[in-house]
């Protein structure tokens, strides 16, 4: 069998998140389920192990799902009991077979775990501050300002040194960067700051500033802003700018020194986050090895599912086009005659494919097929319209390039096929094996609990 790849494997526990989340299983009622508290929903049992489902882990689960626990309506009770009995039969499962991690999977845990530790030191160090403000009638709290706080203090207990030279070179490099524009789309706005600085290779590993004894690299700095949410990236304007956001680093670096180590005692909601996490890992784990690895992709079986609808493979036809709105019926007008001369297209076209912020505007016929049909017949550099789309809205589309649906062959849809197939026969595999999991570890359901907090929410 061969190895399942890691971006397919990717998609896989994605897929298994979303499986676990709506899993449409059967609840099935044992005699003896009439026998269950009041409080109890359901139970697995695989010996003297017993899995509970009670009210409150379905009311927890519901406000997880952003569900307002007193107003669930039948449905929503039985999906989210379906999908915690899926969950209980796998942590029975996994506690029989322990199943080794990945090491990506270990990799992810050990930083998920140091990340934990790290939002609890501050946490505990915002409380600090918070008291010592307090004690002086000082009522601010905004995590904002008081995070800038702790940390302007604690640059000043001990003050970092620094290379002021080469600073300035950074700060420039990150002040050439482009700034997001008021007016600038989301694309946009996330494409500038997506960038990186200008910084030469030998530079990489030069000291910044020294704190508390330890170094901070170029390096360092560049992992940093790799780390960073690219929306939530500041552009950087001049040399203190730049000091701000490396002095935040060596703050939380401080803090991370101070943080318990991974495998200390956390808070009863970090220990709960950290054993959440464990119990995901292994239930991919076990999903990988006797559900995803067992799903046949050989040649034979992937052409057989070519071969079941091959029209369903081709590629639909398609059109980059450029598209302007335009108020009136007589300036649509104008931009389509002027369009018309092939000199007006092409200045057009050279332009729009010139931006350097550019999205290609893409349509096929899945999504707009009378306008991609039309483009296909307008041809290259053709115009479609003007089209009245509403009150004071006309449109004018300019054709860069358009094809026509296109049969494929099974050598070229092999790979599309395969991740079709894939996907499809894990899920169905995926719910017959948890369903199995369920008979095999005795469900009981209390239908009478479960209609009460049914009729409640109705």
Request: charged fraction near 30%; charge should be positive; hydrophobic fraction near 50%.
């Amino acid at each position: 069998m061969r190895a399942i790849p890691m971006p397919q494997l990717g998609r896989l526990v994605l897929l298994a998140c979303v499986l676990l989340a709506v899993a449409p299983g059967v609840l099935r009622t044992a005699d003896a389920a009439a026998d269950l508290p009041d409080t109890v929903l359901a139970q697995l049992r695989d010996g003297a192990r017993i899995e509970h489902v009670t009210v409150n882990d379905l009311r927890a689960a519901a406000l997880r799902r952003g569900l307002a626990p007193e107003a669930l309506s039948p449905s929503q009770v039985r999906d989210l009991l379906r999908t915690l009995l899926d969950r209980r039969a796998l942590r029975l499962a996994t506690a029989v077979e322990r199943l080794a991690w990945t090491p990506p999977d270990s990799a992810q845990y050990r930083d998920f775990a140091a990340q934990v530790m790290f939002e609890a030191a501050l946490d505990s160090a915002f409380a600090v501050e918070r008291a010592r403000r307090v004690a002086h009638g000082d009522t601010l709290t905004h995590p904002g300002i008081l995070g800038a706080a702790m940390r302007d203090a604690e640059l000043a207990r001990r003050a970092p040194t620094w290379d002021d030279v080469l600073v300035g070179k950074l700060a420039a490099a990150f002040a050439a960067l482009p700034a997001p524009a008021p007016d600038d789309g989301l694309v946009q706005r996330a494409r500038k700051l997506a960038r990186f600085p200008a910084v030469a290779a030998a530079d990489t590993d030069r000291v910044i500033a020294t704190h508390a004894g330890r170094p901070f690299t170029v390096r360092d700095l560049l992992g940093e802003w790799r780390a960073m949410r690219v929306l939530d990236r500041p552009h950087l304007d001049d040399a203190r700018q730049l000091m701000d956001l490396v002095g935040t680093a060596l703050y939380q670096r401080q803090l991370r020194a101070q943080a318990r180590p991974a495998g200390a005692p956390a808070r009863p909601a970090d220990a709960q986050r950290l054993r959440d996490r464990t119990e995901g890992l292994a239930a991919k784990a076990w999903a990988v090895r006797h559900v995803f690895s067992q799903v046949p992709r050989d040649s034979l079986t992937l052409r057989r599912e070519y071969d079941r609808n091959p029209s369903h493979w081709d590629l639909p036809a398609r059109a980059e086009i450029v598209r302007r709105h335009l108020a009136t019926r007589a300036e649509a007008d104008g931009l389509a005659t002027g369009l018309h001369a092939r000199a007006a297209a092409d200045s057009l076209a050279a332009f729009d494919r010139a931006l350097p912020e550019r999205v290609p505007d893409l349509v096929d016929a899945r999504t707009d097929s009378l306008l991609v049909a039309r483009c296909v017949a307008a041809g290259p550099r053709g115009v479609v319209g003007p089209d009245s789309l509403d009150a004071g809205v006309w449109r004018v589309v300019l054709v860069l390039e358009a094809n026509a649906r296109r049969a494929l062959p099974f050598a070229e849809a092999s790979a599309a096929v395969e991740r079709a197939w894939f996907d499809a026969e894990s899920e169905r595999r995926l719910r017959g094996a948890l369903d199995g999991l369920r008979r095999a570890y005795d469900e009981q359901v209390n239908e009478q609990a479960v209609d009460r907090l049914a009729a409640a929410g109705r």
